[in-house]
């Protein structure tokens, strides 16, 4: 359908067979290329809006990142494939990489996302979704 990772303004893409980065169809000189026994990672500072990518344990392009100014999300990860005979496979849980995230940073996974704050039906200080409340008039 002609969509890939970097052709929109709001889409990055890092390609094996010329090592550019894409963004609005637009490429860019970033990181080396890669092959089926590359081992690619995107490390993403939400903080700062960076994204940097990964090659083989390697920060690619100097370590200067593939995307500046990425603040305001919502955040989603593709990943393009332009052969018919191609494949990959994606790992989000820490134990499957190859290498431990850079200092500071964390795998996407639930296990790193703090735990929610979840209401006590049993505790009386907050008001029970549809509980019946009954206001009257009062009279001197």
């Known amino acids: 359908?002609?969509?890939?990772?970097?052709?929109?303004?709001?889409s990055f893409g890092y390609y094996s067979g010329d090592?550019?980065?894409y963004t609005s169809a637009t490429a860019s000189t970033y990181g080396n290329t890669y092959g089926n026994?590359?081992?690619?990672r995107a490390e993403f500072d939400a903080d700062a809006g960076n994204l940097y990518m990964f090659k083989d344990n390697a920060i690619q392009n100097s370590g200067t990142a593939m995307a500046?100014?990425?603040t305001s999300g919502p955040y989603l990860f593709s990943i393009g494939i332009s052969d018919a005979g191609g494949g990959v496979s994606v790992k989000f849980d820490v134990s499957d990489f190859a290498a431990a995230p850079t200092s500071g940073y964390l795998a996407l996974s639930t296990a790193n996302l703090p735990e929610p704050a979840i209401i006590n039906?049993?505790?009386?200080?907050?008001?029970?979704?549809?509980?019946?409340?009954?206001?009257?008039?009062?009279?001197?």
């Open 1 to 10: 359908n002609g969509e890939y990772p970097g052709r929109g303004a709001d």
């Open 19 to 21: 090592g550019k980065s």
């Open 37 to 40: 026994t590359s081992v690619i």
């Open 68 to 70: 500046t100014g990425l």
């Open 121 to 140: 039906p049993d505790d009386s200080s907050w008001h029970k979704p549809f509980q019946r409340i009954n206001y009257c008039c009062y009279s001197s």
